[in-house]
Every structure is written in structure tokens, then in C-alpha cells.
């Protein structure tokens, strides 16, 4: 009975059990081993993957660093110290040296936060490099392939590593958190931050482009009451989004993700670019997922979401605390392209010590593939990709039977823009592309009427 009952509680929540994962201690060194991250690559390829952690041992502070693809390496130390060294991040070092990877971290030097960073060729470390204004000790350093920002009171400052090395300042009240896109150039970077009083935060995205401008832009990208956390990964985004009292994830192109009486929190996500014979190879059809955590009667446990894995799919097993994951795609194989895998990353408490935990998964694009192309059993409308997009974005929706078929955009007013679909069309799924390369910056919509069946998205053009 007892059974029984737990069975259909699963049922309701949407939650399914991990049957592929199977999560194991990773990092298990002496001390507390937190605030790991994992190595974002641009395009999938064989370069090297690394994960870099902050480790505190009594007195002792260290960042390290762990090859983990396309085979493991060893534990290597970044640096150590007395004196604190917390909030790592990495990051590639160049577009063309793949090998090289930039590490950063915040430290406490001459009496006051610093941010610190120097650069690995798989060999050898760089000397270390300070940055001498004065920051706060908190949610901190981020790095992208070109750039070094920090949060420094209610300023994000940004800084060049490359040549010309300029420095941006982005000003606005109450910021509290942000994250900066991993492949930013050196005439571009992209931004998510949120702002506000603490019961109605915003996610705002600012971009800087020199190819079209030489000033920052800002939009706002959320719409619940209470938004917080915005994490960017290489081409797709997620935050925290407060609905009904309780916390949710929206990421990617707007989906917004939740399980009924648990708050979601500490969103990861990724999205893989797979080529696909029904796009030109200059065209990817993508897979998108996102790990996190949630509480559940006192415990946090670790999820994902997407893919072909079914609701909410809970990976860590244990009954201590599982939390702050990470997650990307590795190789194990001799060939990159022969063995992928699923991977997420957590840190993981048990009897007052934090270790990291990881579990995997095969990764088959082509079966990602065929789990977004199966045999439409529905009308379905779905969120376009890439969003924010300029100037070109795709749109996916899926019928059930034969039908009518009109897609048009309108923009904030209401004003019909353009009609992308009005013909017939057969059962299956299809896409349509949408350009906005003569329209402004700001928020637009997309509806589909399919017989009966009727539904509208928004979509954000950001310039």
C-alpha cells in the first residue's frame, strides 16, 4: 500500500526516478569542495573540458581544476592560500587556441576583495593577474572568452583581456546578481543581470555590439512578479521566476518549468546544436535541458529537465542535501563523436562535508533528434529558437492531422507584422523561419490557428 501510494504521488508531481543516472562522489578531497563549474565549449568538438572548484581545508583556500574530457586528468591546483579564494570561474582563453583555458576567482589582497585571474595551456599556468578596484564579497567574478566582469555594489564593471583592453560600467539600482555570455568577442558581450527591490526583481539583458553600435543596450526579459538568478549559458538562458508563492524555472525560449508544492532553484542550462539532413549545415536543430534543485520535505535533490527524459527527472538518490548543479556534454571515446555523454555536477553534503557528486548519461544526438521528430500525437505550439534572436529565429509547431494553417507575428500593439503560414498542411512537425531585419528592438508575438486549436508565444528581438 505503501508502495502504492508513492507511486501515484510521482504520478501527480510529474517527477520521474533516474533510471540511466547513476549518481557517484566525484571530488572527494579533504576540506569543502564548492561553487564548482564546468567549462563551456562553443561548438561541440574534441577540445579539452575542464572543471574548475573552490576548496577550503581549516585554514587553507585553493581553486583547482580537473580535465574531465576527452579523458580525465588529474587534479591540478590553480592556487592556494591563507587568505580567502572563493567564487571560481572558467572559461576559454581564445577562439582559435583551443588548449588554452582563462581561470578567475575572487581574493582578499592588501585589505581589500580582489579579482584575480591568469590562464592554463594544459602545462603551464600564466602568471596571475589583479584587478586592483575594490569589489564585495559575494556573488561575483564571471568570465567569457574576451572579457572579466564582476559586481562591485550596484555597478557591473566590464573589462577587455584582449586588445583594445576597454572597460564598460553598467549602473542601475539595486543590482544583485548576473552572468555574462561565455562567448562574447571582442567587439561584442551579452549580460543578464537582475535588479530591483527584493520582492519584485527583473532580469534585464544588456548587450554591447560595436558591429552595429558603440553604446549598451538594455532590455527587460521577464515578466512574473519576483524573477532572480539569471544564468547564460553559451546560446540559451535560465532564471527563477516566483508564480503562486512558489519558484519556478524559465528557460530557453520561455518554457517555464515547476512541480506542484516544491520551489526550483539554482538553474543550469545547456542546449547541444546537433546538424540535421532537413537543415542546410549552417543550420542546427538543437536539444535543450536544464538541470536544478529542489527541496523536498527539508532535502534538496537534483533534476533535469528536457531531452527525451520524461517531466522532471530526479538524478541524485541519496538522503542528504544534493544541490548547485552544473551539466554540459563530454566525450569518453577516442573519437569524440563515437561516446557522448550527459553530464551534471553537484555539490553534495553529508555529515557537515561538501563534496562534488556527478552523474552521466548517453548522449545520442540522433535519438535527440527523433525524440523532438516522433509521431505528433498533438497540436502544439512551441517556443521559437534562438530568443532573443537578431535578426533570424525559428519557429516549431507541431499538428495533429491535416489542417489550415495560418502563423502570423504581431508586434506589442497588436499590429499584424506578417503572415509566415496560411496554407495546408500535412500532420507531422514543422518550422518556419521569421525575419526581423527591418524591425525594431522590443517584444513581438506569434499565433498559430490550426483548425480549432489556437495559441500565441512571445518572442524578444534585441538589436
Known amino acids: 500500500m505503501r508502495i502504492s501510494l508513492i507511486f501515484l504521488l510521482l504520478i501527480f508531481l510529474n517527477i520521474s526516478l533516474a533510471q540511466n543516472f547513476a549518481p557517484e562522489p566525484f571530488i572527494t578531497i579533504p ?18 573540458l575542464y572543471l574548475c572548484w573552490q576548496n577550503i581545508n581549516k585554514k587553507n583556500y585553493s581553486i583547482f581544476i580537473q580535465k574531465i574530457s576527452p579523458e580525465f586528468g588529474e587534479i591540478i591546483t590553480v592556487v592556494s592560500d591563507t587568505l ?39 602545462e603551464n599556468f600564466g602568471p596571475i593577474q589583479f584587478m586592483s578596484d575594490t569589489v564585495f564579497n559575494g556573488e561575483q567574478p564571471k568570465l567569457s572568452i574576451n572579457h572579466i566582469a564582476w559586481l562591485t555594489g550596484s555597478k557591473i564593471i566590464v573589462k577587455s583581456l584582449s586588445s583594445p583592453f576597454n572597460s564598460y560600467e553598467i549602473e542601475s539600482e539595486l543590482i544583485s546578481n548576473f552572468d555574462i555570455q561565455p562567448y562574447s568577442d571582442r567587439k561584442h558581450f551579452s549580460i543578464l543581470y537582475e535588479a530591483g527591490p527584493d520582492s519584485q526583481k527583473q532580469i534585464y539583458h544588456l548587450e554591447y555590439n560595436k558591429y552595429r553600435t558603440d553604446s549598451l543596450s538594455t532590455h527587460k526579459i521577464s515578466y512574473a512578479t519576483q524573477n532572480i538568478n539569471p544564468i547564460y549559458n553559451s546560446f540559451i538562458h535560465a532564471f527563477q521566476i516566483k508564480e503562486k508563492d512558489r519558484w519556478g ?24 546544436p546537433v546538424i ?20 523536498n520535505q527539508g532535502q534538496q535533490d537534483v533534476y533535469i529537465y528536457g531531452l527525451w527524459y520524461e517531466g522532471n527527472l530526479k538524478i541524485s538518490q541519496s538522503l ?65 529558437y534562438p530568443n532573443p534572436f537578431n535578426p533570424t529565429t525559428i519557429i516549431n509547431y507541431e499538428l495533429r492531422i491535416r489542417s489550415d494553417v495560418k502563423i502570423t507575428v504581431y508586434d506589442n500593439t497588436g499590429r499584424e507584422i506578417k503572415t509566415l503560414v496560411n496554407k495546408s498542411q500535412t500532420s507531422g512537425i514543422h518550422s ?23 495559441e500565441t508565444k512571445k518572442m524578444l528581438l534585441l538589436r
Open 432 to 454: 518556419v523561419t521569421f525575419n526581423a531585419q527591418n524591425l525594431a528592438s522590443g517584444v513581438y508575438y506569434y499565433r498559430i490557428k490550426a483548425g480549432d486549436f489556437i
Open 31 to 48: 576540506g569543502n569542495n564548492t561553487n564548482c563549474v564546468l567549462l563551456e565549449e562553443e561548438h561541440p568538438g574534441p577540445a579539452p
Open 84 to 122: 580567502p579564494l572563493i567564487n571560481p570561474d572558467i572559461s576559454s582563453a581564445s577562439y582559435f587556441d583551443n588548449d588554452t583555458i582563462r581561470i578567475c576567482w575572487q581574493t582578499y589582497k592588501e585589505d581589500h576583495w580582489q579579482i584575480a585571474y591568469c590562464t592554463f595551456n594544459g
Open 276 to 295: 540535421t539532413d532537413e537543415y542546410p549545415s549552417s543550420k542546427y536543430k538543437s536539444s535543450e535541458f536544464v538541470v536544478y534543485n529542489s527541496e
Open 249 to 272: 524555472i524559465q528557460f530557453g525560449g520561455g518554457d517555464i518549468i515547476s512541480i506542484e508544492g516544491q520551489d526550483l532553484e539554482n538553474p543550469a542550462p545547456y542546449v547541444y
Open 320 to 384: 542528504e542535501n544534493d544541490e548547485h548543479p552544473t551539466t554540459g556534454i563530454i566525450s569518453r571515446g577516442e573519437n569524440y563523436w563515437d561516446s557522448l555523454d550527459v553530464v551534471v555536477f553537484w555539490e553534495h553534503t553529508e555529515n557537515d562535508k561538501t563534496d562534488i557528486w556527478w552523474a552521466k548519461d548517453h548522449f545520442d544526438p540522433s535519438t535527440a533528434i527523433e525524440s523532438n521528430t516522433q509521431k505528433p500525437v498533438k497540436f502544439a505550439l512551441f517556443s521559437n
